[in-house]
């Protein structure tokens, strides 16, 4: 195994599988027009949770396009993103990011198997895919 392949993972954590990785599941995609920066492995959640495993895309986007992808893809209303409640530990989907680098973080999960992060004033994401065996 790479350093990026985690045990059970169906892919390698890297940008060449990105395609592949979003297509685990339904509904994980990313907002348009977003910019993948990097895809890394959900090491603590998997530490945390035996035989888990996930994966970590940050991206960045424009700030229509994120609210857009909001109102589109979870329960809550993207014109209304600064309002909701600071994301406040780091737990939750949330292990793998140091939350405290992130300036009014925001998260919320959604298809079942995912969890969204996104930095306020928009621009900034992550989202956070995981699984285990069943």
Known sequence: MTSAQQEGAPYPADMAHLDDILAIGQGHKLP???EVLSVSPA???AANYPGGW???IAFTAQDQDIRNYVTNNTSYPG???ES????KQSGGGLEDI???TISEPWRTGFAGDAVLLLER???RGWLIIRGAPR
């Open 32 to 34: 348009d027009n977003a």
């Open 43 to 45: 090491v603590n959640f």
């Open 54 to 56: 996930g994966y970590i």
């Open 79 to 81: 014109e209304y993103v």
């Open 84 to 87: 909701y409640p600071e994301a």
């Open 98 to 100: 140091d939350i405290s």
């Open 121 to 123: 004033p928009l621009g």
